[in-house]
């Protein structure tokens, strides 16, 4: 049996960070069993790491970890890395995708703190370079979730892109400065369509980033996600302490009676609850090697090149590897990734494609 902690000061977020994921946007560095989130190649940190940090310079509490139990070990190992304790891991029997993990987030932070309780849910594989304005639009959007609102974040857009999704924002919220009630989401556009909302100037991409309070979010679940809500309920309620302390394994038969979906497509497209609150933060989801090579130091050049590495005439390009010398002479705009796991050779402007090919 659970015995959850005793309940926290309503104003201090709780955040949860979704650590899933299936190593194949960043192969042959990531794989099944250490996706892009625990690699360290951005400036000797992991991302997963990255946000830990975030959240707690956010004054947040200590994080709530979802993730695969194939990862377990990889949490555990990289918070105490860089000094972070006191967190939970809740460890998901197989993949449900983001409803599930979401609904067990509330549901155990309901439990362990109560339903007025506000929680923050972050991808582990983001990059924010304005920590500051970062904070601010946190201020803001725990404020509307602790009066009831669910809170998505949406990433104001520099460029047409057409891999993300985008929010329309309607009129400003009349009680909570800063936030917006949401007019409509919409689903990745092709190019003519990212060039109008761009143009627009009401559109924002859609972060995956999300506050609310874990009894309103609950309240809402009811209504457009039942099946989903009540497995994850049963599953926290089952959940067993796994060998680490701190660490539970959500009871797989309940867990697995979850649909597959994501949180979007579940709830948050459906709910007449949820606001917006437009951020401006230097945001980069690092969904490929071409999104990597934007973040990573390069050379005068625009090379970005770790491990034994050598490049010649060769410009705007990614080259690493984790063991054997590589040398890449006279071709510009590529990818070189070098891993135990295999090799990578493409076009950068081809690596969003990957999944094609593996």
């Given at each position: 049996?659970?015995?959850?902690?005793?309940?926290?000061?309503?104003?201090?977020?709780?955040?949860?960070?979704?650590?899933?994921?299936?190593?194949?946007?960043?192969?042959?560095?990531?794989?099944?069993?250490?996706?892009?989130q625990?690699?360290?190649?951005?400036?000797?940190l992991?991302?997963?790491?990255?946000?830990?940090?975030?959240l707690?310079?956010?004054?947040?509490?200590?994080?709530l970890?979802?993730?695969?139990?194939?990862?377990?070990?990889?949490?555990?190992?990289?918070?105490?890395?860089?000094?972070?304790?006191?967190?939970?891991?809740?460890?998901?029997?197989?993949?449900r995708d983001?409803?599930?993990?979401?609904?067990?987030?509330?549901a155990?932070?309901?439990?362990?703190?109560g339903p007025?309780?506000?929680?923050?849910?972050?991808p582990s594989?983001q990059?924010?370079?304005?920590?500051?304005?970062?904070?601010?639009?946190?201020?803001?959007?725990?404020?509307a979730?602790?009066?009831?609102?669910?809170?998505?974040?949406?990433?104001?857009?520099?460029r047409?892109?057409?891999?993300?999704?985008?929010?329309?924002r309607?009129?400003?919220?009349?009680?909570?400065?800063?936030?917006?009630?949401?007019?409509?989401f919409?689903?990745?556009?092709?190019?003519?369509?990212?060039?109008?909302?761009?143009?627009?100037g009401?559109?924002?991409w859609?972060s995956?980033?999300?506050?609310?309070?874990?009894?309103?979010?609950?309240?809402?679940?009811a209504?457009?996600?039942p099946g989903?809500q009540?497995?994850?309920?049963?599953a926290?309620?089952?959940?067993?302490?796994?060998a680490?302390p701190?660490?539970?394994?959500?009871e797989?038969?309940?867990f697995?009676?979850?649909?597959?979906?994501?949180?979007?497509?579940?709830?948050f497209?459906?709910?007449?609850?949820v606001?917006?609150?437009?951020?401006?933060?230097?945001?980069?989801?690092?969904?490929?090697?071409?999104?990597?090579?934007?973040?990573?130091?390069?050379?005068?050049?625009?090379?970005?090149?770790?491990?034994?590495?050598?490049v010649l005439?060769?410009?705007?390009?990614?080259?690493?590897?984790?063991?054997?010398?590589v040398?890449?002479?006279?071709?510009?705009?590529?990818?070189?990734?070098?891993?135990?796991?295999?090799v990578?050779?493409?076009?950068?402007?081809?690596?969003?494609?990957?999944?094609?090919?593996?």
């Amino acid at each position: 049996m659970i015995v959850f902690k005793a309940k926290i000061e309503m104003q201090t977020m709780v955040p949860v960070i979704l650590c899933g994921g299936s190593g194949t946007r960043f192969w042959p560095a990531s794989t099944d069993e250490a996706p892009k989130q625990f690699l360290s190649i951005w400036q000797g940190l992991s991302l997963f790491q990255i946000t830990a940090q975030r959240l707690a310079a956010a004054g947040s509490s200590a994080p709530l970890i979802i993730c695969n139990r194939l990862h377990e070990a990889a949490v555990r190992e990289q918070l105490a890395a860089i000094g972070i304790d006191g967190a939970v891991t809740l460890l998901e029997p197989e993949r449900r995708d983001s409803a599930a993990a979401i609904a067990a987030a509330a549901a155990w932070v309901a439990r362990s703190h109560g339903p007025g309780q506000v929680l923050g849910v972050f991808p582990s594989d983001q990059l924010i370079r304005d920590d500051a304005a970062f904070r601010q639009a946190l201020a803001v959007a725990t404020a509307a979730a602790a009066a009831g609102d669910l809170v998505t974040f949406g990433i104001r857009p520099d460029r047409p892109a057409t891999e993300f999704g985008y929010i329309e924002r309607g009129a400003p919220c009349a009680d909570q400065a800063g936030a917006y009630h949401v007019a409509s989401f919409h689903e990745k556009p092709k190019l003519e369509t990212a060039l109008a909302y761009l143009a627009s100037g009401q559109f924002d991409w859609n972060s995956g980033m999300f506050v609310f309070a874990a009894g309103a979010f609950m309240a809402e679940a009811a209504d457009y996600m039942p099946g989903i809500q009540a497995a994850a309920d049963e599953a926290v309620a089952g959940a067993k302490p796994a060998a680490q302390p701190g660490t539970y394994l959500l009871e797989p038969a309940a867990f697995r009676r979850a649909e597959k979906t994501s949180i979007d497509y579940a709830l948050f497209e459906r709910s007449r609850k949820v606001v917006t609150v437009p951020l401006d933060c230097g945001w980069n989801d690092l969904g490929n090697w071409q999104a990597a090579h934007a973040e990573l130091e390069k050379d005068g050049a625009r090379n970005v090149m770790q491990g034994d590495v050598r490049v010649l005439a060769c410009r705007d390009s990614i080259v690493l590897t984790d063991g054997l010398p590589v040398r890449v002479l006279g071709v510009d705009g590529i990818a070189v990734i070098v891993s135990a796991n295999g090799v990578l050779v493409c076009k950068l402007d081809d690596a969003v494609r990957l999944k094609e090919v593996l």
